[in-house]
């Protein structure tokens, strides 16, 4: 088979099993890396990839998984002589059995910036390394697999479409809740890498076949019926002795029969399978032809965590835009961004579903702003983004770094404008705003600004873009000014509709410029347009009466089924007339407070500072805490805000109403906050006290610490004192330094199954040495019944109930 054939096989090909599976039975040291066996011993890795081949495997990956500079630091070997290897090794393999190469690529181990240290284009830079030397060395396709978070995927994706022409397989790893370690949605996945230029797409590791089935039919639904799709699975889970994973080859292959409904492109496995699991394959998928029938698809943008399909109204929130507003210009020009963070957030309390961002003003450098402001966004609301702007520059920079799938605000009928922002579009898998006017300004005609808009779709589908991601914007005028051509707007809106099946938008509170009591007019201008078939309204969210006009709008058109969005939004309102009546009886017996201010009372001074936490607002967070230090006691606002505020996302977290990046952003809030407290007991003379100390390290042999990372930055932001050890820790260097700190809670963490005996070796040294403290363990390969077993007093399953565990610890001893 050639790379050019790939993706036209009669039948669902079979991918190859577990390299580290097949390395660890040969002898692999605790704490080698496996990459440089691909020099140092490459008849082994030549076997191992030569025995898939042989049991059926079509794609082989070569040993070239953790080949990152990252995770070769220190290696006497650079990442480009460790691929070279490794692709030859795996070459040699496939030559006589027809099969492909893959260049193998992992995460780099780092998370990516807000929720991490590693700067987005450090790792475009990085990837695209490892691609050129992949290329470099002759590998037929490239592979990226076990993702967790989306950003990075996005990275990797873009760096390989920018320094290869190879096929491109993309694959991300989920856990039982259905989203990754990061929140990522599988929706979200399947949209965004097909729209960066991915070829296939699938989901690997973490889970067995019984469990990852549901995703990968989700997965499956989120694509058009011809788009490959393709997983690996482990083999089964990892059984609580930490011996391996529980079920066999063969009933692997039994559990793999359903697959054959979703007519994948390939099917392989993952940790723990070996090629007697591959070999069983060919008979479930013999005659397996790939392919799903053909399915309308739906409008969607995302971020990682929300999937919105636009089907039906969808309000886009109208506020990040500095036009006629000073305070918001002002903001822009000196990098406030406190203040649009704050009205990002307002937006989305209110309702809205995706939000416009505008930064055009003067004296603004727009494309830098642009980019400031999507990272900062990305940082504390989970909300789709609408990039607002005429600026090919700008629009770009906020499309590089935007993590899911956005729409583009917006094209126009002109060529010179088609041909400079569509291309942007198709390269970032961006949906694309059309306005119904060209060089000729906007016509009054419903007839001439539909014209303009077939040829602003006939172009988009011309670039590649497919038609549910064509938006068509028919302008919105002036009522004050142009009355007679307001029924223009509705008419084309209804056309483009109709005709062109594309999606459609307006900036609805256009309509009411120049008159008074604009809510009125608006709110029926959105109930016309609506009616047309308006699917995207650009509008203030806060605005109650154009938000009940959609919420009524659903409830009429039998799209709120059982009305049940309106009534979990209406059902505690009062309606405006009693709500008068009330004020008016409130004000005739002289009531001291209202509702309003006996609310206020209750929530107590610090509401605000923990609300700008909860919200992962740092600059509020830290302005609250300077202002409040004037009046309080910097420990009290510890005890009394900061703590419980952490309380409240921590709890969101487990319920899994928030996820690991607001659980960060909020822990980033709260240590802002706490660099205000530590400067004012500075300047009191004192020394912040710490809760506790506390020994973190990934033990000994494991090079994977990012679930550690995560937990220390939760534990600082507790108020306890983190020793971090880093990752690889030796047994003696956890004895030395609990004896030398006086520490009494030990933390370790372990991802790969070959470390769990290093785990229970550091218990047992902690024991023997009689030192006088507790020891809790995590990681995705532990169990409660194993962490037990190897004599751990606890069992973390995340960063939050290692915080839960050390507060329960200090405040006991």
């Known amino acids: 088979m050639q790379a050019n054939e790939l993706f036209t096989q009669p039948n669902t090909i079979l991918l190859d099993g577990g390299m580290g599976t097949m390395l660890q039975a040969a002898g692999l040291k605790l704490g080698a890396r496996p990459e440089e066996l691909n020099i140092t011993d490459p008849q082994l890795i030549e076997s191992i990839h030569s025995r898939y081949a042989a049991a059926g495997s079509r794609i082989i990956n070569a040993n070239t998984f953790g080949a990152s500079a990252h995770k070769l630091a220190g290696s006497e070997y650079t990442l480009e002589e460790i691929i070279a290897a490794g692709i030859a090794n795996c070459k040699r393999a496939c030559a006589p059995y027809g099969a492909l190469a893959a260049l193998d690529v992992g995460p780099l181990g780092e998370l990516l910036e807000p929720n991490g240290t590693l700067a987005f284009e450090d790792a475009v830079a990085e990837y695209g390394r490892i691609v050129r030397a992949g290329v470099a060395a002759g590998a037929d396709l490239v592979f990226f697999e076990t993702f967790t978070d989306l950003y990075e995927l996005k990275a990797a994706l873009l760096a390989a479409k920018e320094n290869c022409d ?19 949605t599988v929706e979200s996945f399947a949209v965004t890498a097909r729209g960066l230029g991915a070829n296939a797409v699938g989901i690997n590791c973490s889970l067995g076949p019984k469990e990852i089935f549901p995703m990968a039919k989700r997965l499956a639904e989120a694509l058009p019926g011809d788009f490959p799709v393709f997983v690996k699975p482990n083999a089964g889970l990892p059984r609580a002795d930490g011996s391996g994973y529980d079920i066999t080859p063969q009933l692997f292959a039994m559990e793999m029969k359903p697959y054959r409904d979703l007519k994948l492109f390939a099917a392989g496995g993952c940790c723990g399978t070996t090629p007697d699991f591959i070999k069983l394959l060919n008979g479930v998928f013999a005659d397996c032809k790939p392919g799903r029938p053909a399915h309308a ?32 210009q002002q903001a822009l020009r000196e990098g406030d961004m406190n203040y649009i963070l704050e009205q990002a957030v307002s937006q989305s309390e209110a309702g809205a579903q995706v939000l416009d961002v505008n930064v055009g003003a003067p004296g603004v450098d727009e494309p830098a702003v642009m980019e400031q402001v999507v990272k900062a966004l990305q940082s504390v609301v989970s909300l789709p983004l609408q990039l607002d702007s005429s600026h090919a520059d700008a629009l770009e920079r906020g499309l590089r770094v935007y993590n899911g799938k956005p729409i583009v605000n917006s094209v126009n009928g002109e060529t010179e404008v088609l041909e400079r922002i569509l291309p942007l579009c198709k390269k970032y898998g961006a949906a694309v705003v059309g306005l119904a006017i060209d060089e000729r300004g906007i016509q009054p ?5 539909f014209e303009i808009a077939k040829r602003v779709v006939d172009a988009a589908l011309a670039h590649g873009i497919p038609r549910e991601d064509i938006y068509i914007d028919c302008l919105t005028l002036t009522a004050s000014a142009q009355q007679q051509d307001v029924l223009a707007t509705v008419e084309a809106l209804a056309r483009c ?22 809510p009125y007019l608006n709110t029926t201008f959105l109930t016309m347009a609506m009616y047309a078939g308006l699917d995207l309204a650009i509008m203030n969210p806060s605005s109650e009466e154009m938000m009940a006009a959609v919420y009524s709008y659903n409830v009429l058109t039998n799209r709120d089924k059982q009305s049940m969005a309106y009534i979990a939004r209406y059902a505690d309102k009062v309606p405006a007339s009693a709500a008068l009546k009330q004020a008016r009886t409130a004000q005739a017996s002289q009531t001291s407070n209202t509702p309003a201010e006996a609310d206020a009372a209750h929530s107590g ?12 607002l740092k600059g509020e967070a830290s302005a609250r805490t300077h202002t409040l230090l004037d009046e309080n006691e910097p420990l009290t606002l510890v005890d009394e805000a900061l703590i419980p505020a952490l309380d409240v996302v921590g709890e969101k977290y487990e319920k899994g109403r928030l996820f690991l990046p607001q659980l960060l952003q909020a822990a980033s809030a709260a240590q802002a906050a706490f660099e205000e407290i530590k400067t004012a007991i500075a300047k009191r003379g004192g020394a912040g006290a710490s809760k506790g100390r506390i020994v973190l390290a990934t033990v000994k042999g494991d090079v994977h610490d990012i679930g550690k990372n995560i937990v220390r930055v939760i534990l600082e932001n507790y108020g306890f004192e983190v020793i971090d050890l880093g990752r690889d820790v ?84």
């Open 166 to 184: 190879l096929p491109i397989l993309a694959s991300m790893s989920f856990e039982a809740g259905g989203r990754t370690f990061t929140g990522c």
């Open 605 to 616: 001074p610090f509401a605000a500072l923990m609300q700008a936490v909860e919200k992962g």
């Open 445 to 449: 005609s419903a007839d001439a600004r």
């Open 297 to 328: 698809m739906p409008s969607v943008l995302c971020s990682p965590m929300d999937f919105v399909t636009v089907d039906g109204i969808t309000v886009v929130g109208e506020r990040i835009n500095p036009t006629g507003k000073k305070r918001f």
């Open 497 to 518: 509709k109709k005709e062109l099946g594309v999606r459609t938008i307006l900036g609805v509170s256009n309509i009411s410029f120049g008159l008074p009591c604009r």
């Open 730 to 813: 030796p047994v003696e260097t956890v004895v030395d330094t609990v004896r030398e700190k006086d520490a009494h809670l030990v933390g370790l963490s372990a991802l790969m199954t070959t470390t769990l005996k290093s785990m229970e070796e550091t218990i047992a040294a902690l024991h023997a040495a009689k030192l006088d403290c507790r020891v809790m363990v995590g990681g995705a390969v532990l169990t409660p019944e194993y962490a037990e077993k190897i004599g751990a007093d606890w069992y973390a399953k995340d960063a939050k109930q290692s915080a839960d565990i050390a507060k329960k610890f200090f405040g006991e001893s």
